[in-house]
Each structure stands twice: as structure tokens, then as C-alpha cells.
T-cell receptor, first 115, second 112 residues
Framework: NAGVMQNPRHLVRRRGQEARLRCSPM?????VYWYRQLPEEGLKFMVY????????ESGMPKERFSAEFPKEGPSILRIQQVVRGDSAAYFC?????????????FGPGTRLTVT | GENVEQHPSTLSVQEGDSAVIKCTYS??????FPWYKQELGKRPQLIID?????GEKKDQRIAVTLNKTAKHFSLHITETQPEDSAVYFC???????????FGKGNQVVVIP
């Protein structure tokens, strides 16, 4: 049973470009969460999605950030017009249908560097 | 929202000794408390969790204790080994909430 998959693992973007981060949850998991981790900081919740639904996006910046989890394919976190302050590690996590927000298993993360 | 704090920020222990990390939380409605271990450059890994209906849970060398009255919970690692060296994050979430609120992490260094 493959774990949570994220790609790319490392992403370099120039200021003003777009960043697309992908997350495939564990098999059988229907809940996806995105977190951001700044250097030497804890993980900060961004958004919680189920298939075709954004359940809670209260942690997402109001501008430039969006997320989706389509019926088919991975969940995508999209950052438009990136700025240096977006440089961070972005982790997604998934949990099983019957566990709700509990037992979240994390992917390896995407390390975004904005130059 | 929930606010989680961890103490101490860095902990050094001799191999074979025990390590204890304590977290405090602010929301009395929180009822789920997981601990994650993150090695340098790796993903956070769920190592143990506890729900508010129990006071202690143990898994081999790792245990977690919960004091709901004082709103704190602790991770205990016994017989520490070099591979226990990592950053440990605690988290909390209230029932019906969708997110985990994480502490800033504790760096544990096991000295051989």
C-alpha cells in the first residue's frame, strides 16, 4: 500500500510565476489536508478537501492560493504570482473516510523555493 | 482557535535515558492529540496518538499521557536510541474540527 505521494519534491520558481503542487492520497483515503511549514516552524493548516469539495479553507491566504481535489486525479495546490515569502515546505496529508480529521498520514512534501 | 505550545524546544539525552516532551493546549474542547516525528528533510510520521477518553497510551518504548484538567499532554520515550533523534511535533484538534493545530516542535538529540 503506497503512502501519500507528492510531486514534485523540489520546485524552483521565479517571482511572479505559478506553482502547482500535487498530492495523491493513500489508497482508500478520501480526506486531503494541505499544510505549510516554514523553516524551524511547526505545520500550519491551509485547507481540507474531500473529492470535489473544499470543506475548510480557513487557513488559506485570501489571494493567489487555491486548492482542488477533482473526482479523478490528485489534489492540487496552486499558488499564483509567487513571492519570496511563499518559499516553504508544503505537505499534504490524508486520512481514511471513517477517521475524519484523525490519523493523518503525511506525504514527503514539496519544497518550494522562490528566487 | 486552538493554540498548542511545546516545551522544551531542544532536549539532549544520553543514549538509554528517558526523554519527556510536554505540550499545552488552549481549547478545552480538543479531544484528539497526536504526536509526529520528523527527521531532517523527511515527512512527519505519526508515532502515537491519544483521545480524550483515556489518560495514557503506550506503544513499546513510546507513551503519551493526557491531563485534560490541566490541558497538557506529554510524550515519553524510554531507553532512547540514536535513531530517536528528530524533531517531535504535538498537535491537538477539537471534535468536529477539520484541522490539526501543531506546536512548533521539539528537537531531541540522543547522545551515543
Amino acid at each position: 500500500n503506497a503512502g501519500v505521494m507528492q510531486n514534485p519534491r523540489h520546485l524552483v520558481r521565479r517571482r511572479g510565476q505559478e506553482a502547482r503542487l500535487r498530492c495523491s492520497p493513500m489508497k482508500g483515503h478520501s480526506h486531503v489536508y494541505w499544510y505549510r511549514q516554514l523553516p524551524e516552524e511547526g505545520l500550519k493548516f491551509m485547507v481540507y478537501l474531500q473529492k470535489e469539495n473544499i470543506i475548510d479553507e480557513s487557513g488559506m491566504p485570501k489571494e493567489r492560493f487555491s486548492a482542488e481535489f477533482p473526482k479523478e486525479g490528485p489534489s492540487i495546490l496552486r499558488i499564483q504570482q509567487v513571492v519570496r515569502g511563499d518559499s516553504a515546505a508544503y505537505f499534504c496529508a490524508s486520512s481514511p473516510l471513517d477517521r475524519g480529521p484523525y490519523e493523518q498520514y503525511f506525504g514527503p512534501g514539496t519544497r518550494l523555493t522562490v528566487t | 482557535g486552538e493554540n498548542v505550545e511545546q516545551h522544551p524546544s531542544t532536549l539532549s539525552v544520553q543514549e538509554g535515558d528517558s526523554a519527556v516532551i510536554k505540550c499545552t493546549y488552549s481549547d478545552s474542547a480538543s479531544n484528539y492529540f497526536p504526536w509526529y516525528k520528523q527527521e531532517l528533510g523527511k515527512r512527519p510520521q505519526l508515532i502515537i496518538d491519544i483521545r480524550s477518553n483515556v489518560g495514557e497510551k503506550k506503544d513499546q518504548r513510546i507513551a503519551v499521557t493526557l491531563n485534560k484538567t490541566a490541558k497538557h499532554f506529554s510524550l515519553h520515550i524510554t531507553e532512547t536510541q540514536p535513531e530517536d533523534s528528530a524533531v517531535y511535533f504535538c498537535a491537538a484538534t477539537p471534535w468536529g474540527n477539520n484541522r490539526l493545530a501543531f506546536g512548533k516542535g521539539n528537537q531531541v538529540v540522543v547522545i551515543p
